[in-house]
């Protein structure tokens, strides 16, 4: 009874329009990366296929459309991708027309069209009310994150290991982080084996929002 309530339910709720974080239970938690595809992406990727953890990745519209073959090669490895925008134009400082527009070719770039409800990840998060409900009425939904790694500050392995520890990063938590960056790189192996050590399983935001 409760399976099929639970089943019904699922269907009839909306999905959740803005992801903040994952539920607390399943003692895992998601890595994410913005910004790329980047020079360093390829070591980004034997880095997680070492560690063998599937992340997501929020990626630039402009970069995939000169490269369109990455996409592939992020999803052949088990990750997930979703846009971060066009341009990395804050969605907040775009007219509600530049806005729509530029998520349409997001859309189109990233073949999200047949989707319900695709995750697009605005450009240093930042939202207003406007954009908020440009993204919403042209079908999307928002991903944003509950842990900053601030490794666009931290511009040390070890300083981010530290800021990234299993003390810190607690279950169900949506990690922002970003491609590019020699020192998120460097740091990535310990700051797995550390959320491993406490139990904490790393997998893409799909897997986390079972979606
Ligand atoms: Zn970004």
Redesign the pocket.
């Known amino acids: 009874m409760l399976q099929t309530l639970r089943q019904v339910a699922s269907r009839v709720l909306p999905p959740s329009l803005v992801v903040r974080r994952g539920p607390v239970g399943a003692k895992r938690v998601a890595l994410t990366f ?2 790329g595809p980047l020079p360093l992406t390829d070591a980004y990727l034997r880095c997680l296929d070492d560690l063998g953890v599937a992340a997501t990745f ?1 990626l630039m519209g402009d970069l995939v459309e000169v490269d369109p073959g990455i996409v592939r090669e992020y999803v052949r490895r088990g990750h997930q991708v979703a846009p ?1 925008g066009y341009h ?1 134009t804050m969605f907040s400082s775009m007219s509600s027309r530049e806005l729509a527009g530029e998520l349409r070719r997001c859309g189109e770039i990233f073949g999200t069209q047949a989707q319900a409800r695709p995750w697009v990840r605005p ?2 998060g930042a939202l207003n009310t406007r954009s908020l409900a440009v993204a919403l009425a042209s079908g999307w939904s928002i991903a944003m994150w509950s842990f900053d790694s601030y490794d666009y500050k931290l511009n040390s392995a070890d300083d981010l290991v530290e800021r990234c520890s299993p003390t810190a990063i607690t279950d169900g938590e949506i990690v922002l982080m ?1 491609e590019g960056q020699q020192w998120t790189l460097d740091a990535l192996p310990r700051i797995v084996e550390g959320l491993r050590g406490a139990g904490l399983e790393c997998v893409t935001m799909a897997d986390l929002l079972a979606r």
């Open positions: 913005d910004d929020f971060h990395h450009p240093h970003h």
